[in-house]
């Protein structure tokens, strides 16, 4: 089962502060988040595990929060660099990864 | 030196058509994945090999057949190409377990007329 980000889509100017939301269904294990910019291969920012850690990426974060089977993907003092689409990938303790739709972040200057 | 290259970068064929695409790494990682994304970014896995073994095998069509010579590669051979196959295939690798960070590949462009 696929999760389920939100926004789809924001536009930030550089500085500005952005919150990406990934849900699901089912109790999850391990959450995922990748970058990928246009024309290129996904990259990976950083891997949270059941246990309600937060982690941190340069000045991109994350939690995970098991009870409410979510994570988010923060985004402070945002840069050009930053711009891209950012994927959750969750896993049910069934070691299969399954990575949501997406969501476009555009930083302009 | 490329962590996972995929080759071609590109391909345009025609429908009825038999295609391959091939991955290598030099990451000495035991797991290798092949990743479809449609025009709507959506990113789903396909297959993955743990040391030559298949160990995930979505829903695909069995035209698609993945072969594994040995750990460093994981080719796609799809058979009898339909429009629907267009989309990006990445190829990705990582230690074994999925709770470990995937490397891809920079993707083949498959389009199919």
């Known amino acids: 089962q696929q999760p389920v980000q939100s926004p789809q889509a924001v536009i930030l100017r550089e500085g500005e502060d952005a919150v990406i939301n990934c849900s699901s269904s089912?109790?999850?294990?391990?959450v995922h988040w990748y970058r990928q910019k246009h024309g290129e291969a996904p990259v990976f920012l950083m891997i949270?595990?059941?246990?309600?850690e937060q982690k941190g990426h340069d000045k991109i974060s994350a939690s995970f929060n098991e009870k409410k089977q979510q994570s988010s993907l923060y985004l402070t003092a945002s840069q050009l660099s930053y711009s891209g689409t950012y994927f959750c990938g969750t896993e049910f303790n069934d070691y299969k990864l399954s990575f949501g739709a997406g969501t476009t972040v555009t930083v302009r200057a | 030196d490329t962590a996972v290259s995929q080759t071609p970068k590109y391909l345009v064929t025609q429908m009825g058509n038999d295609k391959s695409i091939k991955c290598e790494q030099n990451?000495?990682?035991?797991?290798m994945y092949w990743y479809k994304q449609d025009s709507k970014k959506f990113l789903k896995i396909m297959f993955s090999y743990n040391n030559k073994e298949l160990i995930i095998n979505e829903t695909v069509p069995n035209r698609f057949s993945p072969k594994s010579p040995d750990k460093a590669h994981l080719n796609l051979h799809i058979n009898s190409l339909e429009l629907g196959d267009s989309a990006v295939y990445f190829c990705a690798s990582s230690h074994p377990g999925v709770r470990e960070k995937l490397f891809f590949g920079s993707g083949t462009q498959l389009s199919v007329l």
């Open positions: 949270l595990l059941k246990g309600g």
């Open positions: 990451l000495g990682h035991d797991t």
């Open positions: 089912k109790a999850l294990y391990s």
